[in-house]
């Protein structure tokens, strides 16, 4: 990949395609779990958004080369798909009972142990957002910090839940049809990338919507990096039609949690899309969060996948998270002025403003309560 004065020098190649994916066997089934760094480092485990996996939910951001830069640098990254999710699944058996979001956080942990991992940092989006919170609310000591993408944290609200049941029985009287992907795409990206009738959607809709086996260039930030759209590279297929029906089955069911964000005992940064379907869900959460451990940053004109859609948005404020652990971002001459002044600097929910994050062109805005 050339380079310019804007970017920074990574091996795209080395970070998507390096990594080592293990098939993790649980008392609930079987999850993938692909593995990518070092594994003395500390440890970032992500989980997708319904239908989607790691490479469709998290790609824009690690190909985000400062991002990548930041996060490679300081974690060893285990992307846990939910079961049936992963790339290559195979359609789960109906006699497998649908899991619970209890089973499935109970599953994240049974993970840990296999790879002996004890406390770990967590990165969700929406259902899997709900997924690690839930972990998190129920094996406090193993979760040291969370980054929560446009998080689900109540029970279903009769719009969501009806929603979600006509979407349900699309999927499972017709497959992944036009209608369904529709859905889906409305769940995860703004308006203005989807397109209309005077706009070309954008090319992170068009990956979404096609399976597709070649390398195309993409922009983050107005930095030049490949977003691999590799065959098996989403989910909006037809081959794993009952596996997305099953955790779309589950999350319909989920539970409230607001009772047990107070007693959280790690940091929580939240970023929401404000046309995310979800931006009241995250309203919520934020408003019951111990206000000390806890920010909310709100993306402009973007929806719920913020990874894929402005990826670039969370850079600083995840910057300033980590330094509250010491973690910061490697010097680098080609890298940006944006980087943190120094690694001991400690952080507090104040220096999340815009402002003081030195927020100038960036649509995002912060909240404090």
Same mark, same amino acid.
């Given at each position: 990949?050339?380079e310019?004065?804007?970017s920074?020098?990574?091996?795209v190649e080395?970070i998507?395609?390096?990594?080592?994916?293990?098939?993790?066997?649980?008392?609930y089934g079987?999850v993938?779990v692909?593995?990518f760094?070092?594994?003395?480092k500390?440890?970032?485990?992500?989980?997708?958004?319904?239908a989607?996996?790691y490479?469709?939910?998290? #790609?824009?951001?690690?190909?985000?080369?400062?991002?990548?830069s930041?996060l490679l640098h300081?974690f060893c990254?285990?992307h846990i798909?939910p079961?049936?999710?992963?790339?290559?699944?195979?359609p789960?058996?109906?006699?497998v009972?649908?899991?619970?979001?209890?089973?499935?956080a109970?599953?994240v942990?049974?993970v840990?142990n296999?790879?002996?991992l $004890?406390?770990?940092?967590?990165?969700g989006?929406t259902?899997?957002?709900?997924?690690l919170?839930?972990?998190?609310? $129920?094996?406090?000591?193993? &979760?040291?910090?969370?980054?929560?993408?446009?998080?689900l944290?109540k029970?279903?609200s009769?719009?969501?839940? =009806?929603y979600?049941k006509?979407?349900?029985?699309?999927l499972y009287?017709?497959?992944?049809c036009?209608?369904a992907k529709e859905f889906?795409l409305?769940?995860y990206?703004?308006?203005?990338?989807?397109?209309?009738?005077?706009?070309?959607?954008?090319?992170? &809709? #068009?990956?979404?919507?096609? &399976?597709?086996?070649s390398m195309?260039l993409s922009f983050? !930030?107005?930095i030049?990096?490949i977003?691999?759209k590799?065959?098996d590279?989403? =989910?909006?297929?037809e081959r794993r039609?009952v596996n997305?029906?099953?955790?779309?089955?589950t999350m319909?069911?989920?539970?409230? =949690?607001t009772?047990?964000?107070?007693?959280?005992?790690?940091?929580?940064?939240? !970023?929401?899309?404000d046309?995310s379907?979800?931006?009241?869900?995250?309203l919520?959460?934020?408003s019951k969060?111990?206000?000390?451990?806890?920010v +909310?940053?709100?993306v402009q004109?973007c929806?719920? &996948?913020?990874?894929e859609?402005?990826?670039?948005?969370? +850079?600083?404020?995840m910057?300033?998270?980590f330094?509250?652990?010491?973690l910061?971002?490697?010097?680098?001459p080609n890298s940006s002025?944006?980087?943190?002044l120094?690694p001991?600097?400690?952080?507090?929910p104040?220096?999340l403003?815009?402002?003081s994050?030195?927020?100038k062109? $960036?649509?995002?805005r912060?909240?404090?309560?």
């Amino acid at each position: 990949m050339g380079e310019s004065s804007s970017s920074v020098s990574i091996d795209v190649e080395r970070i998507w395609f390096g990594g080592k994916e293990h098939i993790v066997q649980t008392s609930y089934g079987s999850v993938s779990v692909a593995v990518f760094g070092d594994g003395e480092k500390p440890a970032l485990v992500t989980y997708p958004d319904v239908a989607l996996n790691y490479m469709s939910c998290f #790609q824009g951001l690690f190909f985000c080369p400062e991002a990548a830069s930041l996060l490679l640098h300081n974690f060893c990254i285990y992307h846990i798909s939910p079961p049936g999710h992963e790339l290559g699944a195979v359609p789960i058996s109906s006699d497998v009972p649908v899991p619970s979001v209890d089973d499935l956080a109970d599953q994240v942990a049974e993970v840990l142990n296999f790879f002996g991992l $004890k406390a770990v940092m967590c990165m969700g989006v929406t259902a899997g957002a709900y997924i690690l919170t839930l972990f998190a609310s $129920k094996y406090r000591d193993r &979760v040291i910090g969370l980054i929560l993408v446009s998080p689900l944290c109540k029970t279903p609200s009769w719009t969501q839940w =009806l929603y979600t049941k006509v979407m349900s029985n699309l999927l499972y009287f017709y497959g992944m049809c036009g209608l369904a992907k529709e859905f889906l795409l409305q769940r995860y990206f703004s308006k203005e990338v989807r397109g209309s009738t005077q706009f070309l959607e954008s090319d992170i &809709v #068009q990956a979404c919507r096609s &399976v597709s086996d070649s390398m195309t260039l993409s922009f983050s !930030f107005h930095i030049p990096a490949i977003r691999g759209k590799l065959n098996d590279g989403n =989910l909006l297929d037809e081959r794993r039609v009952v596996n997305v029906w099953r955790f779309l089955e589950t999350m319909n069911g989920r539970h409230d =949690l607001t009772k047990d964000l107070k007693n959280l005992q790690c940091r929580t940064l939240i !970023f929401v899309g404000d046309s995310s379907p979800f931006h009241s869900d995250a309203l919520h959460m934020i408003s019951k969060l111990d206000s000390r451990y806890s920010v +909310l940053v709100e993306v402009q004109e973007c929806g719920s &996948v913020v990874t894929e859609e402005q990826p670039h948005a969370m +850079l600083i404020p995840m910057e300033y998270f980590f330094m509250g652990y010491g973690l910061y971002r490697p010097c680098n001459p080609n890298s940006s002025p944006r980087s943190p002044l120094s690694p001991s600097c400690c952080i507090s929910p104040e220096m999340l403003s815009p402002e003081s994050m030195g927020v100038k062109l $960036k649509p995002i805005r912060t909240r404090i309560l």
